[in-house]
């Protein structure tokens, strides 16, 4: 089994709706990051959490929240989606090294 | 201002013809310089942590070197199953553990 997941792997929706995207990891670390990956602008942090009391704001959080519901589970939420919010979205983890470990993904359209 | 910039963008080689990756950074005080391969609608999947001048490290036939300014990622003989997109990413300052990402070298590999 994968150690980072991620729910929904793909999802359309429409301009205006809210959606949760879901991280969960076993690798027991305490760090946990979201991004954001567009054709030729790269992987762009959005929030990051060190610990299940501590949430940070990344290079692009405008018009994104986040949840850190437990040590394993950090959700990234967008309000009120719209067309510019099309992206990947990745997942990350971290333990006492300073390697990140990357979900898989999920692909989100916002029609 | 870019931190990270990777070259080139796009680079296809025969299979078995060796080249090199570049990576310059403008950080002050590196914290660590990151190595990853990305597949195509996957999660970057890591490959090397540098931390300091004059260190290399080296799997199967990818070796990693660093210098003050910047990283170089050598592909001796390769593939068409080294075929990937390669980021670089170097810790962030002010942002605790997040990485800040080039935007990577797509590389393609034919037999």
């Known amino acids: 089994d994968a150690d980072v997941t991620q729910t929904p792997r793909n999802r359309i929706t429409k301009t205006g709706k809210r959606i949760m995207l879901e991280c969960s990891q076993t690798k027991g670390h305490d760090r946990m990051y979201w991004y954001r990956q567009d054709p030729g602008l790269g992987l762009r942090l959005i929030y990051y959490?060190?610990?299940?009391?501590?949430?940070n704001k990344g290079e692009i959080s405008d018009g994104y929240s986040v949840s850190r519901q437990a040590q394993a589970k950090f959700s990234l939420s967008l309000e009120s989606a719209i067309p510019n919010q099309t992206a990947l979205y990745f997942c990350a983890t971290s333990g006492d090294t300073d390697t990140q470990y990357f979900g898989p993904g999920t692909r989100l359209t916002v029609l | 201002e870019d931190q990270v910039t990777q070259s080139p963008e796009a680079l296809r080689l025969q299979e078995g013809e060796s080249s090199s990756l570049n990576c310059s950074y403008t950080?002050?005080?590196?914290?660590?310089l990151f190595w990853y391969r990305q597949d195509p609608g996957k999660g970057p999947e890591f490959l090397f942590t540098l931390y300091s001048a004059g260190e290399e490290k080296e799997k199967e036939r990818l070796k990693a070197t660093l210098t003050k300014k910047e990283s170089f990622l050598h592909i001796t003989a390769p593939k068409p199953e080294d075929s990937a997109t390669y980021l670089c990413?170097?810790?962030?300052?002010?942002?605790?553990?997040?990485?800040?990402f080039g935007k990577g070298t797509s590389l393609l590999v034919t037999p």
């Open positions: 990413a170097v810790r962030a300052p002010n942002s605790g553990y997040a990485l800040n």
């Open positions: 950080v002050s005080g590196l914290r660590g």
């Open positions: 959490s060190f610990d299940v009391k501590d949430i």
